[in-house]
């Protein structure tokens, strides 16, 4: 089977209130967008599986005056490569700790509806992540 990018499905897709991004992560192009001075503390908003970071586009605007908030398209979501029959939890958190790598390049406080991805990731790669005491908007911060 054959993966999908965002441009075999483009028409699907309407304008939202932040410029969206790709980053190539190897296996996929993950989609996000970022608020906020790159001088703050980074957050990363995670969407539960099925969900864009379009869903966060409000939370960003309240957010990016305290951090420098990025918003992700887990793959198969979104703008981001649909791998049919290549998702698990060790996939995602994979590919969150890539993105973290290669584009916010700091520590984060990861935040979102995806508490068991989060903890994926945690568990890949814990130096990636932060534990330091933030705000959470719908889970508490990533455990090990």
């Not at 967008?33 to 409000?58: C, F, H, K, N, R």
């Not at 520590?107 to 005491?133: E, I």
């Amino acid at each position: 089977m054959s993966y999908l990018e965002a441009a075999d499905h483009a028409e699907i897709y309407v304008p939202h209130g932040y410029p969206e991004r790709t980053v190539d992560l190897g296996e996929i192009r993950m989609n996000y967008a970022v608020a906020g001075d790159p001088e703050l503390p980074a957050m990363l908003l995670i969407p539960a599986q099925t969900e864009s970071w379009w869903g966060y586009e409000a939370a960003m605007r309240l957010l990016a005056d305290r951090y420098q908030v990025y918003a992700v398209d887990l793959r198969g979501q979104g703008q981001s490569t649909w791998t049919p029959g290549r998702y698990s939890l060790d996939i995602f958190g994979g590919d969150l700790v890539r993105f973290i790598d290669r584009v916010v390049k700091r520590p984060v406080f990861p935040d979102g509806v995806a508490r068991r991805v989060n903890s994926c990731a945690w568990s890949q790669r814990p130096a990636a992540l932060t534990r330091a005491q933030a705000p959470s908007i719908a889970t508490a911060p990533a455990t090990p």
